[in-house]
Each structure stands twice: as C-alpha cells, then as structure tokens.
C-alpha cells in the first residue's frame, strides 16, 4: 500500500519543529522512519503533515557531561553501536544495539525514535527501563525532563503531550566496578525479541552492591523487576540466588499472543534473567 498524501516539513532547528508541531492539525515527527514509513504504507498512521527531523544536526550527539553520557535523539543506532563513550560509559547500550534489526535499519532507525515508538518487543526500551535515563523534552513554552520510568503510557504509546518531541536522553554513568549483560531469545537474528533481560549490576567485591534489572516481552511495556534487584542486594550471586532470581522471573505476569503463548515467554524470562545475571556478575 501507499501512504495517503502529507506533506512534508524540514526544519532547521528544535524551535522550528516545536513551532510547527503546534501549528500544523495531525501532524507526525519524522526520525529513522524505520517504524513510520511501514504504518504510514499500511496506513496504520494517515498524518498530514510529516515534520522531520533529519535536518536538526542538533540531535544528533553522543557527550559525556560529568555523570552523564548525553545522547541526541536524533543519533542513529548505528552512532551508538560505533562508539567508544557508549561501550566504556554505557556498556549495557552498547550490548543492546547489536541486538536492534539489522545494520541497514540501525544507519537511519534512531534512539529518540525507538524510544519514543515503543514497541514491546524492542530492545533499547528494556536498556532504559533497566537504566532509567532522564528524557530531556522540547514543547512550546519549555523544556521538561522526565525520568524514562514515567514515560511508557501503554502498548506503543508514550506521555509526551501534543506539541512535544524528545530532544536527548541522559543516562547515568557507570562506576568502575559496574558491569552490564543484555540477552534476549529472537525467532531469528535481527528480529525483536520475544522475551529480553536487562541487567547491570554493581559489585563490591563478589557482592552485588547494586542491581538494575528489566525485562522486556511480558508486557506492553518493559518492567524493570525491583523485587529480584531487592532479593540480590549485598549478596553474592551464587546458585541458589541465580535459582531464586530464575524462579522469581518466571512467576512475573505475563500477556501471551498465538505465536509464544504467557507461559512460554515466562519461562523466558526465568532463563534470561538468570542468564544475565550470571553475565553481569
Ligand atoms: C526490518 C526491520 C527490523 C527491525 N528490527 C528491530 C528490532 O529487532 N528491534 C527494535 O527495537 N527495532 C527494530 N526495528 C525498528 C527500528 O529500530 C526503528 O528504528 C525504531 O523502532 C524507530 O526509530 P526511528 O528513528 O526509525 O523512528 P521513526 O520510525 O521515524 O518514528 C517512530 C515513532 O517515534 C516518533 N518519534 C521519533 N522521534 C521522536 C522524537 N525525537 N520525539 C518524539 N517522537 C518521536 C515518531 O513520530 C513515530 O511515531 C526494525 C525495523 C525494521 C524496518
């Protein structure tokens, strides 16, 4: 199928498109267009105006400022998985994106765009449920900032208000003694996942001093599990806690679908979990 006609918007500049966002009736922003441009051919979204966003260089960044490795919306998937700031300071993103499609969709798809479209079975949502970044948002008459835990708002859908784009994402940086593991079961390479964990882990010696622990595929959106972060607190990760993180997952709610049924992808989440554990420690 075709899309219906729109027309199309090429700002320059951050106030430019938040100007336009407000002024034009059904408008959409424009990043990758890899998620987009297929509901716009299937007609799953029918905006009037496309607003993209290609042309703002100002999305487009990877800094470390102090505690913090800033990424522009607008920096491609691609960006992340080629850079060093990203693999030393932010290891678990660096492991997610290899996981993100294939290297033609990583080149255009963007992390403002992954995380602001949602999908349950993406990858970088799970990193940001586990990291909880704070999303820097751009809107008429302000700036915000929103922690990513307050973000999701539903299958597919986020809580930015009309009028509103993601401009960066701050995640916290990682202490020396951090270590981060991201795995996730696929049909195939390259496909979205059916069930990911994400865990980052702080150690003291053998001991966990702090965990940061989500899973995605169980529900519309990922959840980061604070009971099993709870239970592995100032432990070390032996057997036996590995085991009780493994069943502790396993029992989580889950919404199934024909092809991998509740159960299945709760037995997912138990191996997965038990996997990352055992990967970060
Ligand atoms: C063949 C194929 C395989 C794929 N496999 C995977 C996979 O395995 N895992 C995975 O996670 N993804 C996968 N994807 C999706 C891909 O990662 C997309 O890049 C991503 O979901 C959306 O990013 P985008 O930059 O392309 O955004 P777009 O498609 O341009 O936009 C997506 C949505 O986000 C909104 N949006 C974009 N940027 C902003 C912003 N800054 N502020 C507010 N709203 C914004 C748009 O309006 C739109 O609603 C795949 C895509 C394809 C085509």
């Known amino acids: 199928m075709k899309p219906v006609d729109f027309a199309w918007h090429l700002p320059k500049s951050v106030p430019e498109a938040v100007a336009l966002l407000g002024a034009l009736p059904n408008a959409r922003l424009l990043a990758g267009g890899q998620s987009l441009v297929p509901m716009l051919n299937f007609r799953i979204a029918a905006p009037d105006h496309l607003i993209d966003l290609n042309a703002i260089d100002a999305l487009r960044f990877i800094e ?16 992340i998985e080629r850079s060093e700031l990203v693999r030393q300071y932010c290891p678990l993103l660096s492991a997610a994106i290899a996981h ?3 290297q033609q969709t990583r080149n255009r798809g963007t992390i403002g765009g992954s ?42 859908s986020n809580s930015l ?14 202490p020396e003694c951090g270590r981060g593991a991201f795995v996730e079961v696929a049909r195939r390479p390259a496909d979205f996942a059916i069930v990911a964990v994400a865990a980052q882990l702080v150690m003291n010696g053998t001991r966990v001093r702090s965990a940061r622990i989500a899973i995605g595929g169980l529900a519309a959106s990922p959840m980061r599990v604070e009971d099993i972060e709870d239970m592995i607190i100032g432990k070390e990760l032996d057997e036996a806690f590995l085991a009780g993180a493994h069943s502790c997952a396993a029992s989580l709610p889950a919404e199934g679908d024909s092809l991998n049924p509740a159960h299945y992808r709760q037995r997912l989440a138990g191996v997965l979990t038990r996997r990352a554990l055992a990967g970060a420690a």
Do not use: K, W
């Not at 922690?147 to 708002?153: G, K, Q, V």
């Open 64 to 79: 470390l400022r102090g505690d913090i490795l800033a990424i522009g919306a607008m920096t491609t998937q691609r960006d």
């Open 161 to 174: 208000v009309p009028g509103e784009l993601v401009t960066s994402i701050e995640f916290p940086i990682l």
């Open 100 to 102: 993100v499609g294939h």
């Open 115 to 156: 995380l602001c479209h949602l999908d349950p079975s993406a990858e970088l949502p799970v990193v940001a449920a586990a990291l909880d970044p704070m999303l820097v948002i751009a809107g008429a008459n302000r700036e915000r900032r929103l922690r990513f835990r307050s973000f999701p708002a539903g299958y597919l």
